[in-house]
């Protein structure tokens, strides 16, 4: 698979960003080889990786190309969600679909819930055989090139999730224009007016507290962006040591100049306690432990966190060189700060891990 991916993206990721586009015949080659949701079970077409394996694949196309990697995140947390509370008929249907090549999006922000999930305001009601869906959502990841969309929203007094194609009537993808970030990822903002659709569409999980249903598939989301952030450190150090090594100042390589090497030190420390947080938390999920959530959340913090850092490094090292719109570490720069904002804020990350620690240790 890391074969595959190398060779479908190649030099390319650096014009997807400055095009804010990946060829969607791409997008579905990678999806029909599984690479999009590489955890999906082999039962229903998928390659059924271990979260490590995973993993450590979601960090080698992170180090390549960050949008490739969001597209992994969204499509993994869609398939995830199905498998984890679709029923039988459902897993079938829809897993089968997303391993063979059609694409998903996982919708949860809106306008007025944002880190704060609690005010989500997107209805899906019951009518009959059917089921009306009704809100906007905003900020979905390869909205822009989904077929499908996993919309969370209220049933009832708790919360469901419902599978909406993108092509039914009364939804309309409005992409969202330059965005800071995985600007070739498909971002867009979905307008949900009045979506009728067969009541089967909704996964059987609906009626659950809204905390239960949103937690269970972040935790996924929030493993999977670390994870591409240990993808972004590792493209940093990969671009910041050769040119570190062949840059001449002064008479000598750059590398041999102390505060340069710092910063090669730094990236190689972040790049290691990043890997072995999401190897800790990949393996405590795996193994169905207890602990595997704030696990999920420690990684993902300090993945971001270290990216962001790392990134900045690395432009600094490679300074005029690195400094145009379309390089990598360029490219990394920007990317690493939107990760400290998706599936959940630093700032939220914080609040989850101070509770943990005073349950921990106190």
């Not at 995973?54 to 995140?73: D, F, I, K, N, Q």
């Not at 030190?265 to 193994?287: K, P, Q």
């Amino acid at each position: 698979m890391a074969g595959l991916v190398t060779e479908l993206i190649g030099d390319q990721a650096g014009a997807w960003d400055l095009d804010g586009h990946i060829p969607r015949e791409i997008v579905r080659e990678l999806g029909r080889a599984g690479v999009l949701c590489a955890q999906a079970p082999a039962a229903h077409g998928g390659l059924g990786l271990s979260n490590v394996d995973a993993g450590e694949l979601t960090a080698h196309v992170g180090a390549l190309c960050s949008s490739t990697r969001s597209l992994m995140t969204s499509q993994g947390m869609a398939a995830w969600t199905v498998e984890r509370f679709g029923d039988d008929a459902q897993r079938a249907e829809y897993l089968g679909r997303l391993t063979a090549g059609e694409t998903a999006g996982v919708a949860f922000s809106e306008p007025g819930a944002g880190s704060d999930l609690s005010g989500m305001a997107t209805r899906i009601e019951t009518e009959g055989d059917s089921v009306v869906v009704t809100g906007q959502k905003v900020w979905v990841t390869g909205a822009a090139y989904a077929d499908l969309l996993v919309v969370f929203g209220r049933v009832g007094e708790g919360a469901g999730a419902v599978l909406v194609p993108t092509d039914a009537p009364g939804v309309t993808v409005t992409r969202v224009p330059d965005p800071l970030g995985c600007r070739a990822a498909g971002h867009a903002d979905v307008l949900l007016d009045g979506v009728r659709l067969p009541a089967d569409h909704v996964l059987a999980g609906a009626g659950l507290p809204l905390e239960w249903l949103v937690t269970s598939a972040l935790t996924y989301g929030r493993l999977s962006v670390a994870w591409g952030c240990v993808g972004i450190l590792r493209g940093c150090l990969a671009e910041t040591t050769r040119h570190a090594r062949t840059r001449q100042q002064f008479g000598r390589p750059l590398a041999d100049h102390q505060l340069v090497a710092r910063h090669l030190a730094e990236l190689h420390v972040a790049e290691r306690a990043a890997t072995a947080l999401c190897a800790e938390a990949a393996r405590g999920r795996d193994a169905g432990g207890p602990e595997h959530v704030s696990a999920a959340v420690t990684a993902k913090h300090f993945a971001a966190g270290a990216a962001v850092r790392g990134a900045a490094s690395a432009v600094q090292v490679l300074a005029s060189a690195g400094a145009r719109d379309g390089h990598p570490v360029a490219r990394a720069h920007r990317d690493a700060k939107l990760m400290e904002i998706i599936e959940g804020s630093t700032e939220i990350g914080q609040l989850l891990l101070a509770d943990h620690a005073l349950a921990v240790w106190s």
